[in-house]
């Protein structure tokens, strides 16, 4: 069965620090791989998504970049880290087809202090 | 773009009693699927139920349904018998051609005992 491994859980930040979020996904191939971020109370903001190796797209411009160097591994960093990072990252897959359902990972709660 | 409003932003029920949660989308896409989510205290993100736009018919998982109404671009969410458990935010999310999600901000359901 497919897994999502997202780490860590809780991540507290000084400001102009630098961030790695890692995100893996076991037991299938080519998945898309997706970023959202999700402010307190909010809803989720799609920040990347990638479709294959070394392909990356982003939705909105940020303080943030992704990379995918493997198939299954999606990274989500920043050189110098804002107050305005702040938030409950979450990585998430589907298998590549159209229209499938998102399956998700638990969550990064990052701190920016 | 496509945008998704969830007017309620919070809602409550008494347990084994029904709730409805709203939610109005804006897209150009012809072809898509709308999706209904749950975000239990945990934070993880967990599939309530999918709806194909093409179908008229509503979809419905146990004790979860939807109304959809594909010419209003209204999308709602029935929870029949409500339990304690259902007690979590719920997100509403049309997807688009490249399978990435829009979320609505989010109903906060509260079940009383």
């Known amino acids: 069965s497919q ?3 997202q780490w860590p859980a809780t991540l507290v930040q000084p400001v102009g620090s630098p961030l790695s979020l890692e995100c893996t996904v076991e037991g299938t191939s080519n998945p898309n791989l997706y970023w959202y971020r999700q402010a307190a109370g909010r809803g989720l903001q799609l920040l990347f998504y990638s479709v294959g190796i070394g392909q990356i797209s982003s939705e909105v411009p940020q303080n943030l970049s992704a990379s995918r160097p493997q198939d299954r591994q999606f990274i989500l960093s920043s050189k110098k880290l804002l107050l305005s990072d702040s938030g409950f990252y979450l990585c998430a897959w589907t298998q590549g087809g159209v229209n499938e359902k998102l399956f998700f990972g638990s969550g990064t709660q990052l701190s920016v202090l | 773009a496509q945008t998704v409003t969830q007017s309620q932003p919070e809602m409550s ?4 009693e029904t709730v409805t ?3 109005t989308y804006d897209t150009s896409e012809s072809d898509y699927y709308l999706f209904w989510y749950k975000q239990p205290p945990s934070r993880q993100m967990i599939l309530v139920i999918r709806q194909e ?3 008229q018919q509503n979809a419905t998982e146990n004790r979860f349904s939807v109304n959809f109404q594909k010419a209003a671009k209204s999308f709602s969410l029935k929870i029949s018998d409500s339990q304690l458990g259902d007690a979590a935010m719920y997100f509403c999310a049309p997807n688009n051609a490249g399978n990435m999600l829009t979320f609505g901000g989010g109903t906060r359901l509260m079940v009383k005992p």
Do not use: R
């Open chain 2, 21 to 23: 949660l709203s939610c």
């Open chain 1, 3 to 5: 897994t999502i491994h």
């Open chain 2, 53 to 55: 736009a093409y179908k």
């Open chain 2, 13 to 16: 029920v008494q347990e084994a």
